[in-house]
T-cell receptor
Framework: DTGVSQDPRHKITKRGQNVTFRCDPI?????LYWYRQTLGQGPEFLTYFQNEAQLEKSRLLSDRFSAERPKGSFSTLEIQRTEQGDSAMYLC??????????????FGPGTRLTVL | AQTVTQSQPEMSVQEAETVTLSCTYD???????LFWYKQPPSRQMILVIRQEAYKQQNATENRFSVNFQKAAKSFSLKISDSQLGDTAMYFC????????????FGQGTELSVKP
């Protein structure tokens, strides 16, 4: 069991560019979550998938953000036309959950995005 | 709004001593789960302990234990025999059924264990 992995670990980009992050969950985990964490704050929920279905999106996830989880395996988070306010740590978590259960989420190391 | 509050931004403790981190939450639900996560400097977040709201018994995990007061909506973490490796940011989080699958996190408490 290799845990949740994320790639890249660090990304520096210029304002207006598009960026894409990847998350590989723990194998056989059916749920995958994306959170955003700014310096000194707790993570904030962005979106989550159960298998390949995107079940919930936060209002924080503007039209510039899109997430996919094809075939219910890895997931990608894309930010278009990045802004300086997008600078943050983007965390991915996965869990094995059944409806109505408080599944434990396991986090990856995160991707730190810096928008210049 | 459902919220999780950690009122202690920073705490410090001497090695081998005991420290308690506070957390309060606000929900009208009767079923939920509470978690403490640890995030060491520049390292990933890991689960410390988990508590089901329907269980009256406080969860324990080696040197870590919680004091879960459901009526008061309080969920504190006690770390016994503190070790240097316990130095980290600690986050309290709640999983609420009517909030879908997401965790709602507090602002965090930065704990420093001093030799």
């Amino acid at each position: 069991d290799t845990g949740v992995s994320q790639d890249p670990r660090h990304k520096i980009t210029k304002r207006g560019q598009n960026v894409t992050f990847r998350c590989d969950p723990i194998s056989e985990h059916n749920r995958l979550y994306w959170y955003r964490q700014t310096l000194g704050q707790g993570p904030e929920f962005l979106t989550y998938f159960q298998n390949e279905a995107q079940l919930e999106k936060s209002r924080l996830l503007s039209d510039r953000f899109s997430a996919e989880r094809p075939k219910g395996s890895f997931s990608t988070l894309e930010i278009q036309r990045t802004e300086q306010g997008d600078s943050a740590m983007y965390l991915c978590a996965s869990s094995f959950g059944l409806a109505g259960e408080g599944d434990t989420q396991y986090f990856g190391p995160g991707t730190r995005l810096t928008v210049l | 709004a459902q919220t999780v509050t950690q009122s202690q931004p920073e705490m410090s403790v001497q090695e081998a001593e005991t420290v308690t981190l506070s957390c309060t939450y606000d929900t009208s639900e009767s079923n939920y789960y509470l978690f403490w996560y640890k995030q060491p400097p520049s390292r990933q977040m890991i689960l410390v302990i988990r508590q089901e709201a329907y269980k009256q018994q406080n969860a324990t995990e080696n040197r870590f234990s919680v004091n879960f007061q459901k009526a008061a909506k309080s969920f504190s973490l006690k770390i016994s025999d503190s070790q240097l490796g316990d130095t980290a940011m600690y986050f309290c989080a709640a999983y609420l059924y009517n909030q879908g699958g997401k965790l709602i996190f507090g602002q965090g408490t930065e704990l420093s264990v001093k030799p």
